[in-house]
């Protein structure tokens, strides 16, 4: 049996539409719905309705549904796809239409038969014979009462006092998500354009039309019982809200920031419709000129045993910083930073890097790659052990091969309780277990740093 034929029919218990929705998605993959539904119901008194179109990753525990004037009795979450399978286990007992199709596309045989059984393959009786999985496609000519077209379904029982009523529905549901792309620009040494959007995927079978969405940073527990985000205004403008109203306050930018003491709430106030299956981009930054720092990087480890007096090329990292402030004082959402450069054939992408939620005060930090055009070797010119007294003695020599000075940040990883002595740069302890050196290497020569690092164990 390879195919159904459908001929559908509309059944309409009750005039439904969705006169607002707005939507929160959070960092972890989960979005909180808000709808305002308009119900013409077929008559006053007990009724049932049915609320369509829900995720079906809707958390059914989540579902909140309040509707003025009426008093619900039941409500039921249905999801029951269009499928072969699915729409057979709806006929079992029934007598059914059982087809087979000529090359020419028309019906060359026909004849009925009783579905029995459908478990992993359907079993009918045709003729007075039991026959497994014959070779006819069911001809279908209605719809099984409950099937869905499209998502989910909420089936309500109540008592209403009207016809024409309003549904105040909120739910959580899965498989929605939400990042920033970042790209960096460089147009001087010390400068760059940055631009940022926003991207909402939505992996659900059901496509959203919202009225806002509003992209809440952090973690948020959803294992445990929910607690919704209270928003104070932070940043660009406030954004206030009432459920029971559905009210939105209106922002002149294409999205408005406001937060909590611990997450960043960005409002997108002119948004499209989130298809199914399907993302969508929507503008947060963009900054003609924005200081930016660019660092390379080296990190190195001393251990209390053995010692090694061969060359050791060490990786250069480069980093690209920039102040959070210098775009907004509230948290950024994390995202991917795309860099690009000036080469004489137009800006070439050099890399880039993922970063975390930066919050108000902090630097965004990409790491884009390695360097080639910067060089450092260590040798390690000396090494006594005394018991647990451990002494090494350290020379590197970092090249610069660019036509500009550059900044480079040494980080030496020492064990135990340590010390640096003879040291010919300065250091800054950064840590128990990192000392750092911040270098000045100018431009097309080296800089040879040389210390002596005493180790005890404890």
Excluded at 435 to 451: D, G, H
Aim: aromatic share 10%; net charge negative.
């Amino acid at each position: 049996m390879k195919n159904i034929i459908l001929i559908p029919f509309l059944v309409a218990f009750i005039f439904a539409s969705v006169a607002d929705q707005t939507v929160v998605i959070y960092s972890q993959g989960w979005a909180q719905i808000q709808e305002i539904r308009n119900l013409e119901l077929k008559s006053k008194g007990e009724v049932e309705f049915s609320l369509t179109g829900l995720p079906r990753e809707t958390d059914q525990g989540s579902i909140r549904l309040i509707i003025p004037g009426m008093k619900l009795n039941r409500r039921e979450f249905r999801y029951r796809p269009l499928n072969q399978i699915s729409m057979l286990r709806e006929q079992v007992g029934k007598e059914l239409d059982l087809v087979r199709y000529g090359e020419d596309g028309a019906i060359s045989f026909r004849t009925k038969g009783k579905l029995l059984q459908m478990i992993d393959q359907p079993v009918y009786q045709i003729d007075g014979n039991v026959v497994f999985n014959p070779p006819y496609e069911v001809l279908f000519t209605d719809l099984p009462e409950g099937a869905t077209t499209g998502g989910a379904e909420l089936v309500c029982a109540g008592n209403s006092k009207e016809r024409e009523i309003s549904a105040f529905l909120t739910y959580l549901t899965r498989n929605y998500s939400w990042t920033c792309d970042y790209t960096l620009t460089m147009k001087e040494m010390d400068h760059c354009m940055l631009e940022g959007w926003f991207r909402i995927s939505n992996g659900n079978n059901v496509a959203l039309d919202p009225s806002q969405i509003t992209l809440v940073t952090g973690d948020v527990n959803f294992n445990g019982s929910y607690q919704p985000v209270s928003p104070r205004a932070v940043g660009r403008s406030e954004m206030t809200k009432d459920f029971s109203a559905m009210a939105v306050m209106a922002a002149p930018d294409p999205f408005s920031v406001s937060g909590t003491d611990d997450f960043a709430i960005f409002t997108i106030t002119e948004p499209s419709v989130l298809p199914a299956q399907g993302s969508q981009q929507f503008p947060y930054i963009s900054i003609e000129n924005l200081r930016v720092s660019k660092i390379y990087k080296i990190q190195h480890q001393l251990n209390y045993g053995g010692h090694n007096r061969s060359h050791e090329p060490q990786p250069v990292d480069v980093e690209y910083r920039f102040s959070a402030d210098d775009i907004g004082e509230y948290n950024h959402p994390a995202g991917v930073v795309r860099v690009y450069e000036q080469a004489p054939a137009g800006e070439i992408y050099v890399g880039s890097g993922q970063t975390d939620i930066v919050s108000a005060g902090e630097k965004f930090k990409i790491r884009t790659g390695r360097s080639h055009d910067v060089t450092a070797h260590i040798i390690q010119k000396g090494y006594e052990q005394e018991r647990k007294h451990y002494v090494h003695e350290i020379e590197a020599e970092v090249v610069n091969k660019q036509p500009h000075q550059v900044i480079l940040e040494w980080r030496e990883m020492i064990s135990g309780d340590w010390d640096i002595k003879l040291n010919s740069h300065p250091f800054t302890r950064e840590n128990a277990q990192t000392a750092l050196f911040k270098l000045k290497i100018p431009a097309q020569q080296s800089v040879t740093v040389k210390f002596t690092a005493e180790l005890r164990r404890q």
